[in-house]
């Protein structure tokens, strides 16, 4: 099928893209375009113009300082898994970029595209709750809310498709606090076989002090609207040991996390998606501390 007629706008800035956004109302922003031209194929999303902003160069590159990692917006998936400042400061988001898709979805999709899409089974949504990334917004300002904001992970996604972006909105960074060397983080996902979207996804990131795990942050996704934080295995975790019985005993407590909105489709039904996410929490935390291999 083919997309319904748009007008095409080229930004050259964040600032021309807040003001071409106030111009065309119903305009949609195009990055990466993986998310959005199939949306638009199928005439899932109708926008009577594209305001590209692929060349905005302010939106690309990582950056990273002693407590934190920024990643433009506009970074693609494949800029991220061979950056080796992202390899030294935070592996697992490396590694989580490196199993998104195939390589022209890596090569052409970029993290901003990723999370404001919010697709539940996108990966980036899962990791970044887990590493309680921020979200750095520009906007046009006004009475409501101010030009520039900073949004934590929990507030950033909203549900099925929806974020925390306001109208004339654009995310221009995600900001990552660095691992330090006492926290293990790891994401793993049942994967889609043809697309490798995230049926089921579980990230962890763990502290561990003297043999013991003193804090837990588990975020599950794939399987319900936005991703969700784990409570359940996070306290079970704190101040125990962790080896296999412990972690396998915590991630089976992922079920009492789900909220009723688990879904499911014709590939994976909820209840099963339900069982899987006991499954790959238990597998990131195994692989977090060293019991399983890539
Ligand atoms: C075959 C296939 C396999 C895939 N497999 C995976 C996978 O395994 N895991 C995974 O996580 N993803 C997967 N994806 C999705 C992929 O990662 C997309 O590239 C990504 O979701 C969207 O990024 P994009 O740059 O292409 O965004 P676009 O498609 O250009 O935009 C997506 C949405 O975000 C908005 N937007 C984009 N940038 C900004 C910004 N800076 N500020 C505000 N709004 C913005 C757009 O207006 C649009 O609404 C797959 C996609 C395809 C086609």
């Excluded at 905005?56 to 061979?82: F, W």
């Excluded at 592996?91 to 990723?114: F, K, L, S, Y």
Aim: proline fraction near 4%; charge should be negative.
């Amino acid at each position: 099928m083919y997309a319904a007629e748009f007008d095409y706008h080229k930004a050259s800035s964040v600032a021309e893209a807040i003001q071409m956004l106030g111009q065309y109302p119903d305009a949609k922003l195009l990055a990466g375009g993986h998310s959005l031209l199939p949306m638009l194929k199928m005439r899932l999303a109708n926008p009577t113009a594209l305001i590209d902003i692929g060349g905005i160069s302010e939106l690309k590159g990582i950056t990273v300082n002693d407590g934190t990692v920024t990643i433009g917006a506009l970074t693609t998936h494949q800029e991220i898994a061979a950056s080796q400042d992202i390899q030294n400061a935070c592996m697992v988001v490396a590694e989580a970029a490196e199993g998104i898709g195939d390589p022209q979805v890596r090569n052409r999709g970029t993290i901003g595209g990723n999370v404001v899409h919010s697709d539940p089974a996108s990966d980036w949504p899962t990791v970044l709750t887990a590493l309680n990334a921020r979200f750095v917004i520009q906007g046009p300002g006004g009475i409501t809310h101010r030009a520039t904001r900073t949004v934590n992970a929990s507030d950033f996604f909203k549900g099925l498709f929806e974020t925390d972006l306001k109208e004339n909105e654009v995310l221009t960074a995600i900001e990552v606090p660095r691992l330090n060397s006492n926290q293990l983080a790891e994401y793993a996902k049942m994967a889609h076989p043809a697309s490798f979207y995230a049926v089921v996804g579980a990230s962890v990131v763990i502290t561990v002090e003297n043999d013991r795990c003193t804090a837990a942050s588990i975020a599950v996704g794939g399987m319900v609207p936005n991703p969700i934080r784990a409570s359940s295995v996070e306290s079970a975790l704190v101040g125990q040991q962790l080896n296999a019985e412990s972690v396998r005993a915590a991630a089976d407590l992922v079920a009492n996390d789900l909220s009723g909105s688990l879904m499911g489709d014709f590939y994976a039904s909820a209840d099963y998606r339900k069982a899987m996410a006991a499954v790959e929490t238990r597998h990131a935390l195994m692989h977090a501390i060293g019991l399983a291999h890539h």
